[in-house]
């Protein structure tokens, strides 16, 4: 036994001096050290930087659309650990077996002088109920609101650590409109500074870009003439699988 003890100390001694004396040996090693050092330290800041953050998702509930929906619902519950909150302004009460928290009204109940000038104002109609009737929405960092048709795989982790501060996350979506440079940024989803988005949503309400009233004119507009702090998410692609024509007729691939 003590001679086996001799021989492996021998042998790790020897071992010792070869790394010691050849530095490609003693750069590998610390080179190992610091890999694992910086990946343990970027684990620890993405975790301490997830930000507080919820999803809004806006549905027109019409029978045409339930079944929709109610997939959307269930995928999103299953699939993101953010809170989930649902405006429906449909008006009917189809959803509320899906234990999820959902608000509704019904639209066409509502004065047509909210919606003068054109379908964005429905869009931010919702919105704006959304605040009204669910309190909780003030006291996340942001709230996202993401149009109801649309299931994202991999967007949570994009969402949920986005740094504080900024009044307004737009989407990746963007172009030149009517001549206007930045005139143009898709809405299928918005985020909101928690705190201000109240106040975000009644400047919206009343911004007048030159080019049109359309809440994807708005947006470019509202953060040009308020020089806002805003943020634009990275490309997120939608599966082929959860692909779904909007009004137009056009099918989104990516957002």
Known sequence: MEKKKLVNITRIKKLANIILNNPVYIYIIVGLLLLTILIYLLNQYKHKKKNNSCILLTMYNEPSRRELYTDVIKWWKRNTDLDIYVVNSY????LNNLNANIVSFDQSKIDPSHFK??????E??????AIDNIKEL?????VFKITGKYRLPGATDILSTIPPGYQIIIQNSHHDAEGIKFGWNNSEIIGFNGQNIKKIINILKTTKPKNGMALEKRIPTYIKENKIKYYRL???NIPEDFRVKRSDGKILEKL
């Open 124 to 129: 931010i109609f919702s919105i704006q109920y």
């Open 91 to 94: 008006g009917d009460n189809s």
């Open 138 to 142: 003030s006291n996340y960092d942001y």
């Open 117 to 122: 000038e054109t379908p964005t104002d429905y």
């Open 234 to 236: 990275p490309q997120i």
